[in-house]
């Protein structure tokens, strides 16, 4: 007779997890069940945690009110978890503001627990913490990466203003590991940046094109 394994329940899945670790608090501005829509993995399904906090400052930043972290709720791990596990997400985006903040261990332990791969996506700017699955390193001007940062960099994603950024990001690229994924993004309110960028990556075609593809689908 052939017998199927029940699946998990979230409460199982939880249960995996010690209550110091689901007790663990951090500003949030946003979570939610997303696509990816830029990088390497864009048009994959993701939850995203966007944290509350950012101490970088850039002129263009789509998210300013993310900035201050005291203006945005302190959620639990726990609370976190139980909304995540009513998805059928595998991937978790930790994006924000500025995610090194904010110690990332107990969150992505949990992440991990729950059988989850844990991206980030950060300046690089603040100390490294967590245990994650994919780094994304996305350098700026305002406040650089610190070198500790480049080791563990999986792919490289500068947004493009004007021409000298496309020699800014040569040299972010330079500190990489050679298996980094190189990507250059538009920055969306910079057009005249798309000709730099194609012809850039028909020169370098190590390069490669990220484009925020949920505005073009609007999809949030
Ligand atoms: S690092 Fe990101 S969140 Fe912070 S100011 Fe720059 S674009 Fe905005």
């Known amino acids: 007779m052939i017998t199927e394994n029940a699946p998990e329940t979230a409460a199982t899945k939880l249960s995996r997890v010690d209550e110091p670790t689901l007790n663990t608090e951090y500003a949030v501005?946003?979570?939610?069940?997303?696509?990816?829509?830029?990088?390497?993995?864009?048009?994959?399904?993701?939850?995203?945690?966007?944290?509350?906090?950012?101490?970088?400052?850039?002129?263009w930043?789509?998210?300013?009110?993310?900035?201050?972290?005291?203006?945005?709720?302190?959620?639990?791990?726990?609370?976190m978890l139980e909304a995540l596990l009513e998805t059928p997400a595998s991937i978790v985006v930790i994006t924000g503001g500025e995610p090194l903040l904010q110690d990332l261990d107990a969150l992505t332990r949990a992440l991990q627990l729950v059988g989850k791969q844990v991206h980030i996506e950060t300046s690089g700017s603040s100390h490294l913490s967590g245990s994650l699955d994919w780094v994304t390193l996305s350098p700026k001007r305002f406040k650089p990466p610190i070198e500790e940062i480049y080791p563990y960099v999986d792919e490289l994603k500068v947004v493009v203003l004007r021409k000298k950024d496309l020699q800014w990001a040569v040299e972010h690229a330079a500190k990489c590991p050679s298996r980094t994924q190189l990507l250059l993004q538009p920055e969306w309110d910079s057009p005249n940046a798309i000709p730099l960028i194609v012809d850039f990556v028909k020169e370098h075609p190590e390069w490669s094109i990220s484009l925020q593809t949920h505005k073009y689908l609007g999809v949030p």
């Open 29 to 59: 501005m946003e979570h939610f069940y997303t696509i990816q829509g830029e990088g390497a993995h864009t048009g994959s399904a993701a939850y995203f945690i966007r944290l509350a906090g950012c101490d970088v400052g850039c002129s």
């Open 61 to 79: 930043c789509d998210v300013k009110e993310s900035w201050d972290a005291d203006s945005h709720p302190r959620l639990t791990v726990r609370r």
